[in-house]
C-alpha cells in the first residue's frame, strides 16, 4: 500500500513542479520526480509521513510561484502593463493561500506523525511484568 502512496505523492508532487516549471524540458522534470520519489523512499516510514513530506513540496511550490511569476514578468519590461499587474496580483494571492494551505496541512501530518512516533517509543508495550509469588518456608 505504501508503494501506491509513494508513486501518488510523488506524481503530486511531479505536476505541482510541472505547472511551477511552465515550458521546463521533460528532463528536468523527470530528474524532479526521481529525485523526490528517491527522497520519500529514503526517508519516510509510513503513509502520513509520506504525504506530509509530498504536501511540504507542494506548499514550497505553491510559495515559489509568484516569486517566478514577478521575475519573469520583471523580464519582460521596466514597468509592467495593468494585464501583468494583474497576472502578479492573481499569482500572489492564490500561491501564497495555496502555500499556507499545504504547508499548514503538511504541518498537521507531521505532528500526527511524531505524536504516533513519541507513543510507541513511550510506551513499548502495555503488559505488565507478572511477579512471582514468594515462596515461604514455615519455621518449626
Do not use: C
Not at 519516510?44 to 507542494?58: G, M, N, P, Q, Y
Not at 500561491?95 to 503538511?106: C, D, M
Request: hydrophobic share 50%; glycine share 8%; no cysteine.
Amino acid at each position: 500500500m505504501i508503494i501506491l502512496n509513494l508513486i501518488l505523492g510523488t506524481l503530486v508532487t511531479t505536476i505541482g513542479f510541472w505547472i511551477l516549471q511552465g515550458a521546463a524540458a521533460q528532463g528536468i522534470v523527470v530528474l524532479w520526480a526521481i529525485t523526490v520519489g528517491g527522497f520519500l523512499w529514503w526517508r519516510v516510514r509510513s503513509i502520513t509521513e509520506l504525504w506530509a513530506w509530498a504536501t511540504l513540496l507542494l506548499g514550497l511550490e505553491s510559495f515559489a510561484w509568484p516569486i517566478q511569476v514577478m521575475i519573469q514578468l520583471k523580464g519582460v519590461s521596466e514597468t509592467p502593463s495593468q494585464d501583468q499587474m494583474e497576472t502578479m496580483l492573481m499569482a500572489v494571492v492564490l500561491g501564497l493561500f495555496s502555500s499556507v494551505f499545504w504547508i499548514a496541512f503538511s504541518y498537521g501530518l507531521f505532528k500526527r506523525t511524531w505524536a504516533a512516533s513519541t507513543d510507541a517509543t513511550d510506551h513499548p508495550s502495555q503488559t505488565r511484568p507478572v511477579s512471582q509469588p514468594t515462596v515461604r518456608e514455615k519455621s518449626r
